[in-house]
């Protein structure tokens, strides 16, 4: 990766993590995500995986300790429930019932970092950074059970685009906004929109994302790349400029951005 910015290194040790994992290779994956932590703290993926090898290890502490972190990050991460229940468990059989006191400290996670973090869509840039998730006044918006299930929408949609299905993913990303209007949802639908070649409508959502987050690299990105598509020039260099000054070093932009000054 050479000078790429931390996000980019981030995502290819936690993927790289994911495939030592797969490997039965503990030792390479728990040093992976830890680096991957590093460069990018309390991301949801290297810290599950990370706890999955510890788990392997029978590290069971640390284990704990990182399933612990994901729930503070995002408490419906259900792997991480799981997770918790496996290491109470064994963690009692060990240490007996003062387990607890036996246990390092577990990180308060900040503000800042404790919202939703996206399924990372291949090849995207920012792939690995959290998106706003302020949902906004609408009908079932305000209950548990609307935002679970627009989750649960959500989670259907990424499945399909990683299956190719991308017509589908985006109905299904519509009824899951139809319950909450999330950031990362909307940048999802933009890029079935981009897909299928329906640029206005991939404008109209990354333009909603960033109503949201204004600073949002995906729709920056996928905006500026629906806009080139529409011939608007002008517009799309300057949602990569906008983009470049969060994240100057953005290889995906930055060759974007050379793109557009050829048009």
């Known amino acids: 990766a050479g000078e790429a910015a931390a996000e ?20 390479l994956c728990v040093a992976d995500c830890s680096g991957a932590l590093d460069l990018v703290p309390f991301g949801i993926k290297p810290l599950l995986r990370r706890a999955a090898a510890y788990e392997a290890l029978e590290r069971y502490q640390l284990a ?14 259900q792997a991480a429930h799981d997770g918790v229940n496996r290491m109470t ?33 291949a090849g ?3 792939a690995n950074t959290p998106p706003a998730t302020a949902p906004r006044g609408g009908p079932g ?37 139809k319950l909450n209007k999330e950031c990362a949802t ?11 070649k329906q640029y206005k409508e991939a404008v109209q959502d990354c333009t909603e ?11 920056l ?17 300057a949602d990569i400029k906008s983009l470049l000054k969060t994240e100057p070093k953005n290889t995906a932009a930055l060759r974007l951005l050379q793109e557009l000054n050829r048009a």
């Open 8 to 27: 980019e290194r981030s995502v290819l040790l936690a993927n790289r993590a994911a495939c030592h994992l797969k490997d039965g290779a503990c030792r």
């Open 64 to 77: 704990y300790v990182d399933y612990k972190t994901v729930l503070q990050v995002d408490c419906a991460v």
């Open 89 to 121: 468990k064994a963690l009692l059989e060990k240490d007996g019932v003062n387990w607890r006191q036996k246990l390092p400290p577990i990180p308060t996670v900040p503000i800042s970092a404790q919202t939703r973090w996206s399924v990372p869509s």
């Open 124 to 126: 995207a840039p920012g």
């Open 141 to 177: 918006e305000s209950t548990a059970a609307g935002t679970e299930r627009a989750r649960t929408l959500k989670e259907e949609g990424n499945e399909l685009v990683k299956k190719g299905n991308h017509k589908k993913a985006a109905e299904k990303y519509s009824e899951s906004l």
């Open 186 to 196: 909307y940048t999802n639908r933009a890029l079935c929109y981009l897909t299928l």
């Open 209 to 219: 994302a960033l109503r949201l987050d204004p600073k949002n690299i995906k729709a």
């Open 221 to 237: 990105y996928r905006r500026a790349q629906a806009l080139k598509e529409l011939k608007d020039y002008e517009s799309s260099i």
